[in-house]
């Protein structure tokens, strides 16, 4: 049998007694306050209280209901109905030595009035005429950008020389262009930083390794520059040359021994020569910037976000530029308010984030490997150029193409 239930107020009323004396007042067995008095220590005794304004019923002896049929009949006698009442019940029962009783107890809450009915037709009316009508553009995408570097025209290696370079380099174009054909940028930005010749004072290995002169390094690269922009100029509005300063593109009397300023550099006479050419075509789209004199970096204008180029080698480790970018921003130099800032220099893809919504992009090679790096290291890169878009400073569908 069930002990006989007894309530918190029950308990109350023997507080401080032995469990007999207890027993004996309340009229029940020793072990049944016992139970109790457990199960109030345990806290369910407050989690059973009643909620306000429930009703309280307790039915004992004989009459007791012992069924749910007969629990019904009991509540609806005294006009409860689970239809406007939420009913918990229990039975009891206990031995007091001469006979058996049972109990019954019922805690009856109202519940809670259903709610008003809501008129929803307005927002129904308002799905069933809502007409969805498209924003009219001319473009699919604002800006385009690619990231040829490190060409290293005139260098021979693992991937070849100077014929499979190129071929590399209008192989990237020309998988860039069948991605601009379907997005239909406004603008195309050609952002190359540097390197774009092997030069010969860089390494002693130059004089033996290189398939080209000088010179002929230098016209070649014009020609291959000259011929992306013609590639490209056909599928945007506007194009947009950018080019920068590196180190093998400085004008030097012998290794590592640089002659002039920052702008005596292989690179920046080549986008000179680039610029004068297109003035004298039938190319009118298309715009070529360099660093300000004495500049190493820049940064430009695409579309609604603004761009830093830098080849890289002001630092020994591509993880370092985020640095030399934080620097810039300080001493506002010329690449300080740019969102995105592209590196050459290192040969492989690095994507990291640069302070507050800032990314340093760190472009792949198109050059004929380096040999000694992977006997160095026992890796190489993927080579080709890095590719994105961009718009309001952010950027996506970043590849290598």
């Not at 016992?34 to 004989?62: C, F, H, I, K, M």
């Amino acid at each position: 049998m069930n002990p006989r239930k007894l309530t918190k107020a029950d308990l109350e009323s023997v507080a401080g007694l032995p469990s007999r004396q207890a027993a004996e007042q309340l009229g029940v067995g020793k072990s049944t306050v016992n139970y109790w008095r457990q199960q109030q220590s345990l806290g369910v005794l407050d989690a059973l209280q009643p909620e306000a304004g429930a009703t309280q019923l307790e039915a004992v002896g004989e009459g007791v209901p012992t069924t749910a049929a007969e629990v019904t009949d009991f509540l609806n006698k005294r006009g409860i109905s689970p239809v406007t009442h939420r009913i918990n019940y229990s039975f009891g029962g206990w031995d007091s030595g001469d006979e058996v009783s049972h109990s019954f107890k019922a805690t009856a809450s109202p519940l809670p009035p259903a709610p008003a009915a809501v008129d929803w037709s307005e927002a129904t009316e308002r799905i069933r005429t809502f007409e969805f009508i498209p924003a009219t553009k001319e473009f699919l995408t604002d800006v385009a950008v690619i990231q040829p570097t490190d060409y290293q025209i005139g260098k021979t290696d693992v991937n070849g020389g100077t014929l499979e370079s190129t071929g590399r380099a209008l192989q990237s174009i020309a998988n860039f262009a069948e991605i601009v054909k379907d997005k239909r940028p406004r603008q195309i930005v050609v952002a190359n930083t540097g390197d774009i010749i092997e030069n010969f004072c860089n390494t002693s290995s130059q004089l033996s390794t290189n398939d080209m002169d000088l010179p002929n390094q230098v016209s070649h690269a014009f020609a291959l520059e000259l011929e992306i922009l013609k590639q490209l100029a056909a599928l945007a509005d506007e194009v947009t040359y950018a080019t920068v300063p590196s180190n093998h593109g400085q004008w030097r009397s012998g290794p590592k021994q640089n002659l002039g300023d920052s702008h005596a550099d292989w690179g920046i006479a080549i986008a000179r020569q680039v610029a004068g050419a297109i003035s004298l075509s039938a190319i009118d789209n298309v715009t070529v910037q360099i660093p300000v004199q004495h500049m190493e970096s820049m940064t430009i204008q695409a579309g609604t976000t603004r761009i830093g180029l830098v080849h890289g080698h002001q630092k020994a480790k591509p993880e370092s530029m985020g640095d030399w970018w934080a620097g810039q921003d300080h001493g506002r130099m010329p690449t300080w308010d740019a969102d995105i800032l592209l590196v050459g220099h290192f040969h492989s893809m690095r994507l990291y984030q640069s302070g507050d919504g800032r990314w340093v992009f760190v472009g792949p090679s198109s050059d004929p490997g380096s040999s000694w790096y992977a006997n160095l290291t026992g890796h190489t890169s993927v080579a080709g150029m890095l590719t994105f878009f961009t718009e309001n400073g952010a950027w996506s569908d970043l590849a290598i193409v």
